[in-house]
């Protein structure tokens, strides 16, 4: 695929998302776990993937999550998806831990030391074997900080708590930021304001996931109750014209997820999907898997549908690769590093002229 040589940074990937059906099956057979996969071998794993709708979906993600039990099982994972990524010569991610599941929900044993022990293992594996970095963005899984997961109700000190004190454990491990997950509908930004603006005191950046689930106003309350940094998803700012304004004025970047959305049924088709009027109204915007392995799709895949899909041309689909360098809490010198390299590679692409034709 043209865009498999580009080197390329992802921001909003889980952790869960991005395993391997091998991974997965490795996990259960150490930990005796292999009745809760629905067969034993990589083919049935990846029958199990495939998409078939959103209660699936969350089906088969916690029943991964359920699987990592040890210091060692997080390295493994790390490890693993440190691979996929270097296989799509994606040189840098955030990838999204959400602590308090395996911690304060699952309850099976797993503490703070041992997902972060094993976090820093895997990710000083995967940079020493692979030259690829990473960094963690803890997020909170909204749905759990309110009395009635599915309706809301008032909200509960605990998962926003407790995760931003695992995130402010994991500063010197690789954690740039506190984001926010789950379903919005139910579970708005607004109460979560104190625990983001804790986590930005100590230097900590504001992610939250908006505007998937949920419309504009979601998005409203993460720029302004929760002085989000960047937003994950973002995409249905397109409702409201000054948030679109306000956006781009501010450039507050977007991570945008385009057949994650599709799948997810937020948006409903490839072709409708508001990526390139986000693009014009002049936000930033950056492109992203969210969960690859589940959703069958590769950054690779995603940088190609903006060509197959929105007719973008190589120099527009170079301009939003470069955001996400840009769009990234690596530190200076590391941010530096990797925008030369990207911008060498897109250079000597263009003094190729060669420029061989991205349409597939
Ligand atoms: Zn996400």
Redesign the pocket.
Known sequence: MFFDNMPKAEL?L?LEGALPPRTVLQLAKRNGLLDLLPGETEEAIARWYVFQDFYHFMDVVRTIKNLLRTAEDFALAVYDAGRELAAQHIRYAEI?VTPYTYIGFLKQGVTIEMVLEGLEAGRQRVRSEFGVELRWIFDIPRNRAFADYHNGGDYVAGAAENTLEFALAGKDFGVIGLGL?GNEINAPPEPFAHVFAEAKRYGLKSIP?AGESAGAKSVWGAINDLQADRV??GVRAIEDADLLHTLAARQIPLEV?LTCNVYLKFVSSLKEHPLPELDRAGVMVTINT?DPTLIGTTLSKEYQLLVDIFGYSTADVIRIARNAFTASYAEPDLKARFLLEFDTWANNMASQNALKSPHS
Request: hydrophobic content about 0%; cysteine-free; overall charge negative.
């Open positions: 909003h889980h999204t997950g996931h994950g998803h997820n969210d």
